[in-house]
């Protein structure tokens, strides 16, 4: 199926009423709500943070080699994305920090998004190339540490792996690949593989390779990062066209969320006390802030229908 990105949308044209959670940041990746409080990595200046519900913030962990995607173990862990090094780092509930998995020998490039499952599983994304140095994008891996801290490619051959959702009941995980513009699907196995990979949503034409920036400008909607309601719809942030889109498991986009003042979009989470509060992650640019653009990253949140899984 290839559905338009600018396909039926039940928003469509409405005002969105936004609250500011946090701003100043350089830019906020890894959102995710997790026991009353909503969690964030600001990437580039090396922080992880909390935010409890009226909008409180604490600085929690600094990462030396930046951070990104966040999770728990089943214990109550914390995993961080350490992007630079290419590790996983777990935090306990007394804030002791060890290395949980090095992942270093299976991708020469950043790491960034993940998603830990319910059975401890870390899924994590190999961006592939070098994206800060303005590089050509290539395909990279994504990645998986078991439990016990081993490591392993879970799949290959993926434009950019980015956001990453597992359905509630455990046996689909969808990741975004940013440069292709498509959603891919795997049926996770018992043993933790990878089977039956499909594509549950392609936005438009795959755009042929080349220089990052044509290959954004091809693509009709660009992935980014993902969260999952309870219908097992996703809501995608679409980092080409400064906006949050739901999107159906048949592939279709039902709804879209504008980003306010017209900034970026790039990370989203479903959370918030009553289950449906969307976090969006927006700034002036993924490429501006990498170049050492500060401030312009902010945290919002807006009401939708259908709460988290």
């Known amino acids: 199926?290839?559905?338009?990105?600018?396909?039926p949308t039940e928003r469509e044209n409405m005002t969105e009423q936004f609250r500011t959670l946090a701003d100043g940041g350089d830019y906020f990746e890894g959102l995710r709500w997790h026991e009353g409080n909503w969690y964030a990595s600001d990437a580039f200046r090396g922080i992880?943070?909390?935010?409890?519900?009226?909008?409180?913030?604490?600085?929690?962990?600094?990462?030396?080699a930046l951070c990104s995607?966040?999770?728990?173990?089943?214990?109550g862990s914390m995993i961080i994305v350490s992007m630079k090094d290419r590790k996983l780092l777990r935090r306990t509930a007394d804030g002791?920090?060890?290395?949980?998995?090095?992942?270093s020998g299976l991708s020469e490039h950043w790491i960034n998004d993940m998603c830990v499952d319910k059975q401890g599983r870390s899924w994590v994304g190999s961006i592939g190339f070098a994206i800060v140095e303005g590089a050509d994008p290539e395909p990279g891996d994504l990645l998986c540490a078991d439990p016990d801290g081993s490591v392993r490619v879970a799949a290959s051959d993926l434009w950019c792996p980015n956001g990453i959702v597992v359905t509630a009941d455990g046996s689909t995980l969808i990741v975004a690949e940013s440069f292709a513009g498509r959603l891919t699907a795997f049926t996770i196995a018992d043993d933790g593989t990878l089977t039956d990979r499909r594509t549950l949503a392609q936005f438009g034409p795959v755009p042929p390779p080349g220089g990052a920036a044509e290959m954004l400008g091809a693509i009709e909607l660009s992935p980014d990062g993902l969260t999952i309601d309870k219908d097992d719809h996703i809501w995608v942030?679409?980092?080409?066209?400064?906006r949050c889109v739901r999107v159906s498991p048949q592939g279709e986009?039902?709804?879209?969320?504008?980003?306010p003042g017209d900034l970026g979009l790039y990370s989203c989470a479903l959370g918030g006390?009553?289950?449906?509060?969307?976090?969006?992650?927006?700034?002036?640019?993924?490429?501006?802030?990498?170049?050492?653009?500060?401030?312009?990253?902010?945290?919002?949140?807006?009401?939708?229908?259908?709460?988290?899984?």
């Open 273 to 309: 006390s009553s289950g449906t509060e969307l976090m969006l992650a927006v700034c002036e640019g993924f490429f501006e802030a990498a170049q050492g653009v500060k401030g312009t990253a902010a945290l919002v949140s807006t009401t939708v229908d259908v709460p988290v899984a």
């Open 237 to 242: 942030s679409d980092a080409s066209n400064k």
């Open 253 to 259: 986009v039902t709804a879209e969320i504008p980003a």
């Open 1 to 7: 199926m290839t559905p338009s990105s600018r396909g």
């Open 69 to 75: 995607g966040l999770g728990w173990l089943p214990d």
């Open 48 to 64: 992880v943070l909390k935010i409890d519900d009226a909008g409180n913030r604490t600085d929690i962990m600094e990462v030396d």
């Open 96 to 103: 002791e920090v060890s290395e949980h998995a090095d992942m």
